[in-house]
């Protein structure tokens, strides 16, 4: 069981919206993943169309918890306003804050990041910000009031999996809330690694929206951070040097 903010969820798998074939196709991967917590970007939104044109239309509220997020922000007044945006839709008062430091990298804007999440702790929202993999960032977005950290494992959509696994190390132990990587998984592998470092869970898109088969990394996502997870639990031998056979020497006949 995960936990954010009080409230409970069986999958440890968030999933975004973005990039997909078609609306069908996510939906099918929303399903195959177990997610139960979706990021929806609110400034992409286009709330003009109507019916299966329509994204929210394929989000079964009653099973999904929506996430908005303020992808495409660069200042935290940009952040703030789209975070009110959502509240006003109706959407949620849960929000992935995310404000981007620059186009190239899409990197935070920590400062800018700080800035928003004071304001939006203060006006009641549930604020899961995307930022750098630093504990000292980490430990001043806890001590603001968010909801969880999210540090990127590698640049937004890059797929490089997980560059700096000691940072990530570092942010665990530095922070009581949840530690979710955002950001650059790229195959179940990256997952595995994610959950096994301690991680609480995983926040991904293109990995599985741009797969040759979407539906079918979905499926191989869910069962890499269950796989992940339990594997933490269960705690992963010392690293040796040298072999140790797994059959005693000892008590062998004629030794």
């Not at 394929?58 to 935290?76: F, I, Q, V």
Request: hydrophobic share 45%.
């Amino acid at each position: 069981m995960f936990t954010i903010a009080g409230k409970s969820f069986t999958s440890r798998l968030i999933v975004g919206t973005g990039k997909y074939p078609s609306h069908a196709v996510m939906k099918q991967c929303h399903e195959e993943s177990g997610t139960q917590l979706v990021t929806v970007a609110v400034r992409r939104l286009d709330l003009k169309a109507e019916g299966e044109a329509s994204l929210l239309h394929w989000l079964d509220r009653s099973k999904l918890t929506l996430l908005p997020n303020t992808a495409g922000c660069y200042t935290a007044d940009d952040a703030v306003r789209t975070c009110r945006l959502a509240e006003e839709l109706g959407l949620s008062k849960w929000v992935k804050l995310e404000v981007l430091g620059d186009e190239k990298t899409l990197f935070p804007d920590v400062e800018e990041t700080l800035k928003a999440a004071r304001i939006l702790v203060k006006e009641g929202f549930t604020v899961l910000p995307y930022t750098s993999d630093d504990p000292i960032v980490a430990r001043k977005l806890e001590q603001i009031g968010c909801a969880a950290v999210m540090p990127l494992a590698a640049p937004i959509g890059s797929g490089l999996g997980i560059r700096n696994p000691h940072n990530l190390r570092l942010v665990i132990e530095a922070v009581k809330i949840p530690v979710i990587v955002d950001a650059g998984v790229g195959t179940a592998s990256d997952a595995a690694i994610a959950m096994e470092l301690g991680c609480d869970a995983l926040l991904m898109n293109t990995a599985i929206a741009s797969a040759r088969e979407p539906a079918r990394m979905a499926r191989a996502m869910r069962l890499a951070v269950e796989a992940g997870r339990e594997a933490f639990l269960a705690g992963r031998i010392p690293m040796k040097a040298y072999g140790s056979a797994s059959s005693p020497i000892d008590g062998i006949v004629g030794r």
